[in-house]
């Protein structure tokens, strides 16, 4: 079992429509992570939040809203998605801050559909 | 910047064959490397994981050891099973920032 949990694991939403995905880790790690992955790809950072502080945005448009409320949660919030914003969305976290180079630890991701 | 380059798949074995993956990267400095894992349907499991030059890094039957002079961390075991068809990414770590290589699919039949 993951020790990321994310929900919800599956979500079908409309482009008009305003839905948070939501992540936990009770792992103690300080920094938590939101990545985009499209089939056949690997995951692309969107997010970084370290010590619940958001230190990486990687130029993600404004319809994606990222909340960290503590140290264990990190959420997602959705609004005015476009179709090609399908993926699996995957949650991640490390145990040291930006800067580190400890491993990731990811969820099952929720996997997203637009229509 | 950093880069991960590996081998293009799928790859097809059959059961108790051997495996390799090959993994090279460009990066600057020392970066931490990681194997990770991806099962229909699921997230990515961290595999394996090196942290500097001639660590080698094992995981259920799977290692890879951190080459500097060849710049690689191919991935190998010595019998595959059909539970371990999967993707696989090759990672490095640069400022908490994880590159990933394009993964490679391992389709193994009985």
């Known amino acids: 079992d993951t020790e990321v949990t994310q929900t919800p694991k599956h979500l079908v939403m409309g482009m008009t429509n305003k839905k948070s995905l939501k992540c936990e880790q009770h792992?103690?790690?300080?920094?938590m992570y939101w990545y985009k992955q499209k089939a056949k790809k690997p995951p692309e950072l969107m997010f970084v939040?370290?010590?619940?502080?958001?230190?990486i945005n990687e130029s993600v448009p404004s319809r994606f809203s990222p909340e960290c409320p503590n140290s264990s949660l990190l959420n997602l919030h959705l609004h005015a998605l476009q179709p090609e914003d399908s993926a699996l969305y995957l949650c991640?976290?490390?145990?040291?801050?930006?800067?580190?180079?400890?491993?990731?630890?990811f969820g099952d991701g929720t996997r997203l559909s637009i229509l | 910047g950093n880069s991960v380059t590996q081998m293009e798949g799928p790859v097809t074995l059959s059961e108790e064959a051997f495996l390799t993956i090959n993994c090279t990267y460009t990066?600057?400095?020392?970066?931490?490397l990681f194997w990770y894992v991806q099962y229909p349907g699921e997230g990515l499991q961290l595999l394996l994981k090196?942290?500097?030059?001639?660590d080698k890094g094992s995981n259920k039957g799977f290692e890879a050891t951190y080459r500097k002079e060849t710049t690689s961390f191919h991935l190998e075991k010595g019998s595959v099973q059909v539970s371990d068809s999967a993707v696989y990414f090759c990672?490095?770590?640069?400022?908490?920032?994880?590159?990933f290589g394009k993964g490679t699919m391992l389709l193994v039949s009985p």
């Open positions: 939040y370290s010590y619940e502080k958001l230190s």
């Open positions: 792992m103690g790690h300080r920094a």
């Open positions: 990672a490095l770590i640069g400022y908490s920032t994880l590159t």
């Open positions: 991640a976290s490390s145990h040291s801050g930006v800067g580190g180079d400890q491993p990731q630890h």
């Open positions: 090196a942290t500097k030059a001639d």
């Open positions: 990066a600057t400095g020392y970066p931490s």
